[in-house]
């Protein structure tokens, strides 16, 4: 599976934003799905997971009760929907699937294809 993000940019702190995953060459509904940004000199750090059906969803700590994880198997996205947005929040943003997260889902190496990345920057 080939991954795409999309729809990062620049805001101001507290405002909201949403960046998707394009999945082509094959279906995401084998695939659990996952975000991590990473900012310069950082490790990549788990923001969110989805599973095959998109019931179970999983958090990072610093984004809880801010940011949600969506998918639509139908059309072969998933979605990252983020609000109250801070400057800490200002990352590269990248989508990632895996058949199986033998380690946990909040594992990047767990992650076999990853989307290129999108730039999220947030100012004070």
């Known amino acids: 599976v080939q991954l795409q993000a999309s729809g990062g940019g620049s805001v101001q702190a507290g405002d909201s934003l949403s960046v998707s995953c394009e999945a082509s060459?094959?279906?995401?509904?084998?695939?659990?799905m996952g975000w991590f940004r990473q900012t310069p000199g950082a490790e990549r750090e788990f923001v969110a997971a989805i599973d095959w059906s998109g019931r179970s969803k999983y958090y990072g700590d610093s984004v809880k009760g801010r940011f949600t994880v969506s998918r639509d198997n139908a059309k072969n996205t998933m979605a990252l929907q983020m609000n109250e947005l801070k400057p800490e929040d200002t990352a590269i943003y990248y989508c990632?699937?895996?058949?199986?997260?033998?380690?946990?889902?909040?594992?990047?190496?767990?992650?076999?294809?990853w989307g290129q990345g999108t730039l999220v920057t947030v100012s004070s």
């Open positions: 060459k094959e279906s995401i509904d084998n695939y659990l």
């Open positions: 990632a699937a895996t058949k199986f997260a033998d380690h946990g889902l909040e594992v990047a190496a767990d992650y076999r294809y």
